[in-house]
């Protein structure tokens, strides 16, 4: 079956690294995305990945091993308006649709 | 650039109801799907669409459906509402079809059923 686990949630301080990870087992493979929610907010794209290796934007990157099943995401610096929910999520066929992580709950303290 | 655009943003609805939910996508965007977001469950995917037909469906039952219009605006219609369909109801637009485009999400709809 078509599978993406995620921690649930995670604390951390302002100023540390965090890293959070994402196993998946899915059919199909097109892809790898991280997106950020905020509560009562609409999420947002932070990252894809579709090759192995690390991608890197700013504070934020992500990493992908097609051949464990395994990404990450890494933030750096952390600030408190990085208290958020961070989803993965797979591309599995053709099309858009993705199949979503249950998301991990960041809170960053001061 | 104006968002996704989704309309009603809340809505109150009893048992056994149908309900009708609008989504507006990014000028330009083809690709439009529809996901439930609920504390237990996640983001589950409902269905796609794209140029007025539907591509992918997810795992729900056929009183979810959907459709979308020549200028690319979609709608969502669950009948025969059931107190376990209260949720937000996202919808996200894209630019292409690749499947390796970004998906834009508009603000939701919240809906309870009571």
């Known amino acids: 079956g078509q599978n993406i686990d995620q921690p649930t949630e995670m604390t951390a301080t302002e100023g540390a690294i965090v890293q959070i990870n994402c196993t998946y087992q899915t059919s199909g493979f097109n892809g790898l995305f991280w997106y950020q929610q905020h509560a009562g907010e609409a999420p947002t794209f932070l990252s894809y990945?579709?090759?192995?290796g690390l991608e890197e934007k700013g504070r934020f990157s992500s990493f992908l091993s097609r051949s464990k099943g395994y990404s990450y995401l890494l933030l750096k610096e952390l600030q408190m308006k990085d208290s958020a929910s961070y989803l993965c999520a797979v591309n599995d066929q053709a099309g858009t649709a993705l199949i979503f992580g249950k998301g991990t709950t960041l809170s960053v303290s001061s | 650039k104006a968002g996704v655009t989704q309309t009603p943003r809340y809505l109150i609805k009893t048992r056994g109801q149908q309900v009708t939910l609008s989504c507006s996508p990014i000028s330009g965007h083809r690709s439009v799907s529809w996901y439930q977001q609920t504390p237990g469950q996640g983001l589950q995917f409902l269905f796609e669409y794209f140029s007025e037909t539907q591509r992918n469906k997810g795992n729900f039952p056929g009183r979810f459906s959907g459709r979308q219009f020549s200028n690319s605006r979609s709608e969502m219609n669950v009948s025969t509402l059931e107190l376990g369909d209260s949720a937000l109801y996202l919808c996200?637009?894209?630019?292409?079809?690749?499947?390796?485009?970004?998906?834009?999400f508009g603000s939701g709809t919240q809906l309870s059923v009571l």
């Open positions: 996200a637009s894209s630019l292409d079809e690749g499947g390796r485009e970004k998906l834009f």
């Open positions: 990945n579709v090759l192995d």
